[in-house]
């Protein structure tokens, strides 16, 4: 089983910074991407950035500039910086793990998901 913890989330003025931090455990063969989605209540869990399981980086046009996504050394472990904030940068941020998991049947596509962190941005 696939567990994905989240940290990081928090309250902070416009203009501050936050580190999110995703740490994935469990029976995985391989990751072929890590991301972060955001959403707000109401609205769809849009894309915020991802990176490939070789480094490759794309980011959503509103956090361009400001956020930065990376892998840890274990490569099991991914973090959205984020500077700059702003109040619309206000949701719940959700970790996403993309790519095999071995079982006695063998490999498995995976798909999962962290609960989410809310990050609050006040003006």
């Known amino acids: 089983q696939v567990q994905l913890v989240e940290s990081g989330g928090g309250s902070v003025q416009a203009g501050g910074s936050l580190r999110l931090s995703c740490a994935v455990s469990?029976?995985?063969?391989?990751?072929?991407?890590m991301a972060w989605y955001r959403q707000t209540p109401g609205k769809q869990r849009d894309l915020v950035a991802n990176i490939t399981g070789g480094g490759t980086t794309a980011y959503a046009d509103s956090v361009k500039g400001r956020f930065t996504i990376s892998r840890g050394n274990a490569k099991n472990t991914v973090f959205l910086q984020m500077n700059s904030l702003k109040p619309e940068d206000t949701a719940v941020y959700y970790c996403?793990?993309?790519?095999?998991?071995?079982?006695?049947?063998?490999?498995?596509?995976?798909?999962?998901w962290g609960l989410g962190t809310l990050v609050t941005v006040s003006s």
């Open positions: 996403n793990v993309r790519g095999s998991v071995l079982s006695y049947q063998g490999l498995n596509p995976l798909d999962a």
């Open positions: 469990g029976n995985i063969f391989s990751i072929t991407s």
